[in-house]
């Protein structure tokens, strides 16, 4: 980064001095400083180090803490044997509660048939509601994701279902063309590799700037990227390396037309995975809580779990 100072957001747009932008990153966990094994120390994330002043978090770095900035290791376990998993990790971090204990047990990738009820009255989307504030889940889907789940209504992720099941619809790929949303992949490269609908492929850094300008219309701006947990199971240095650099471009993006005065930057994951390629599966290791902006002067730094993020954003809402 040229500057410590990233460029100012046209004040007058915004809707509301709070503003939210969380995003969450699947698998994505706090590992040792070993560049064999973990991804975020075999190459250089200029974006990432400058919100977290220079200082890359690992395993035995715990927090962080200045003016704008707040880092800490938080648990994904949830104090439940076994690993983590998709289905009640994200349930907890999307409702604020601890989904692994109120199952017995970690399941996913979906949540499980219990949690369901959870999702539809206690999500972040319909509590950001609650507040006064509007919430918008920036994803867009294409038309073979709608026919399929009305054929598999179950096999539904944890995110869909909290928006969905808060009385919004999906975002198609009508709003995506029209850059109302955002493609799951980031650039929209592997949409139209797939035969969807043709959109216009944009940079990472394009990308960022969406997703800053959705505070327009909206308070609370969620965007979900699940390609790090392929990355992860996949594990290729090379493919976790190439998904963590979209990752910091995007942010970088963000950064490019973020204002810290008023506005929050939110990034966390719900278990580990990426951060140790020597194993295939999810890992026990703690997640990443980076909150940049004005809300990181005022989060609770006794902060412990995953579960205890969405009461957080809430209670700086309602402030």
Not at 143 to 168: C, E, Q, V
């Amino acid at each position: 980064m040229k500057s410590k100072e990233p460029g100012r957001f046209i004040s007058e747009k915004i809707r509301s001095a709070k503003k939210v932008l969380m995003l969450f990153l699947d698998g994505v966990g706090v590992g040792n400083k070993n560049p064999d094994k973990n991804p975020f120390f075999k190459t250089d994330f200029p974006a990432l180090k400058f919100i977290l002043n220079e200082r890359m978090p690992h395993i035995n770095k715990h927090s962080i803490r200045d003016n704008y900035v707040f880092y800490k290791n938080i648990n994904a376990t949830l104090g439940i044997a076994g690993l983590p998993q998709s289905g009640t990790g994200q349930t907890a971090l999307l409702c604020g509660m601890n989904a692994a204990r109120f199952i017995g047990k970690h399941f996913g990738p979906y949540p499980y048939s219990t949690l369901v009820d959870v999702l539809a009255n206690k999500n972040i989307f319909l509590q950001v509601e609650i507040s006064g504030k509007k919430p918008f889940y920036v994803n867009a889907y294409p038309p073979k994701y709608f026919d399929y789940i009305k054929n598999r209504k179950s096999h539904r992720t944890a995110t869909t279902l909290a928006w969905t099941l808060s009385g919004n619809s999906l975002n198609d790929f009508r709003k995506l063309r029209k850059s109302e949303a955002l493609s799951s992949d980031i650039t929209g490269e592997r949409w139209n590799n797939l035969g969807f609908p043709k959109i216009d492929e944009i940079n990472p850094e394009e990308a960022g700037k969406r997703l800053v300008s959705f505070f327009k219309n909206y308070d609370f701006v969620f965007f979900e990227y699940f390609y790090t947990d392929h990355a992860g199971h996949h594990q290729s240095m090379e493919k976790a390396t190439e998904e963590l650099k979209k990752i910091d471009s995007l942010i970088a993006g963000i950064l490019s037309s973020f204002n810290k005065n008023e506005m929050t930057l939110i990034i966390t994951s719900d278990h580990g995975n990426i951060e140790d390629l020597s194993v295939r599966t999810h890992t026990r290791n703690p997640v990443p809580l980076i909150v940049y902006g004005e809300m990181a002067k005022r989060i609770n730094s006794g902060i412990k779990n995953i579960s205890q993020i969405t009461p957080e954003i809430i209670k700086f809402f309602n402030e």
